[in-house]
């Protein structure tokens, strides 16, 4: 086992979905690691796990789980044997591989006093629904009412009558705004999660052959099966046809690519030219101006981790600051050479900007100024 798979086992086994044979695998590697190597890093990684509660606490209670299953003491501080030391050590690495908020760990010492943002708090429940009429309701996390006999609004979730409803077939519009997400709950039992500065156009009723809704942004749908009607999904230039099944779809106008990930069942992607089925844990990649298709391997944790109030970054700093300026409603600029480094990492979407920019800057290679909205970025 090298570290990569040693971080893949750490995700796997918080998933419960790692074997006996990756257990096993896991601890082999845990005894092979070099303690003298890596000592300092334990002692970095500690420090962070003190001073920063966001976001470490998880992983530190993964850590020891892992380690009472292996019949070895939890990790922690204090003069340890030297088996135990390398035990708690290289675990402790594991984590901060897999993710635990802190990219370029070997960096530390170069880090800087990061610069306190101005307090702008992480969006939440924000959507405005159009109804077919040219009708606006502006919807958040208090709001509740039933304007109609068709749907129904409780707090952070808009929710179809599933009643067969015989009347002409008549379309609404839900949107988030930038800081904005919302849920909802479409006539059939399908469930949509909609994230920040999206769309989804619907019907408020199924009554034709199939099931048919346009997004832009991005969507998380837990599809509910009906063999009769297929679930299509037109994002941009891709189509995505399935039966029942939990899947992910990018398309952001200014993203060059339309990405669906699936997480359950099989779906088939098209872009004007051969349909692509996916697997789950696969990802369909369509640029928005060429009819290709291609397909690659994906951790479907990174690309849903929104939808359940979580940030996992494993990108670069651009990539990243796409996620906060939809979320956080905020401009970005960028100055200098920026560094293309991957940053790893599992933050709340419920801690406040500052508290996520000081948490980059503990790799030693990225800076942040704030302009009350606008985050200038430099080495």
């Known amino acids: 086992m ?21 257990h096993a695998a896991f601890e082999q590697w845990i005894h092979e690691q070099p303690l003298q190597e890596v000592q300092v890093l334990l002692d970095e990684y500690t420090a962070l796990m003190e001073q920063h509660p966001i976001w470490l606490p998880a992983n530190k209670a993964l850590l020891d789980r892992i380690l009472r299953e292996l019949d070895r003491p939890p990790a922690r501080v204090v003069p340890l044997s030297s088996w135990k030391k390398r035990l708690s050590i290289a675990a402790g690495i ?33 959507a405005i629904l159009q109804l077919a009429d040219g009708t606006t309701l502006e919807l958040d996390s208090t709001t509740q009412t039933r304007p109609s006999h068709v749907l129904n609004i409780t707090a952070g979730l808009l929710q ?18 930038r800081g904005g997400q919302y849920q909802l709950l479409l ?14 156009r619907f019907p408020i009723a199924f009554n034709g052959n199939d099931r048919t809704v346009e997004i832009t942004g991005e969507a998380y749908f837990e599809v509910a099966q ?29 993203e060059n690519n339309i990405r669906t990930t699936l997480t359950a069942g099989k779906v088939a992607v098209s872009n004007g030219s051969a349909p692509q ?16 298709i291609s397909i690659r391997t994906v951790d479907p944790d990174q690309e849903t981790a929104w939808k359940d109030g979580r940030f996992i970054f494993n990108g670069n700093i651009r990539d990243i600051m796409h996620q906060l300026e939809r979320w956080y409603d905020v401009s970005v600029e960028y100055e200098g050479n920026i560094s293309d480094q991957a940053f790893i990492g599992d933050i709340s979407r419920n801690e406040n900007l500052g508290e996520v920019l000081k948490i980059l800057e503990f790799t030693g290679k990225i800076h942040f100024r704030t302009i009350n909205r606008k985050i200038i970025v430099t080495p």
């Not at 090298?2 to 990756?22: C, I, S």
């Not at 800087?112 to 992480?122: M, Y």
């Not at 006539?187 to 989804?200: C, E, F, H, K, M």
């Open 94 to 126: 594991a984590l901060l591989i897999a993710g635990a908020g802190y990219a370029g760990w070997h960096t530390v010492r170069q880090y800087r006093q990061p610069a306190t943002a101005a307090v702008i708090h992480a969006g939440g429940n924000k």
């Open 2 to 22: 090298n570290n990569e798979e040693a971080a893949l086992f750490v995700k796997r086994y918080a998933a419960g979905t790692a074997t006996p044979e990756e």
């Open 226 to 254: 009906d063999a009769r009607k297929p679930f299509i999904v037109k994002a941009g230039t891709t189509q995505i046809n399935v039966l029942g099944t939990h899947f992910n779809v990018s398309a952001y106008p200014e």
């Open 277 to 292: 089925q996916l697997t789950p844990g696969q990802q369909s990649v369509c640029t928005h101006s060429s009819h290709t």
């Open 187 to 200: 006539q059939d039992g399908t469930r949509v999660w909609l994230n920040a500065a999206s769309s989804i």
């Open 160 to 177: 179809y009558n599933p009643r067969p409803y015989q009347g002409a077939t008549v379309y609404n519009t839900l949107s988030t705004p």
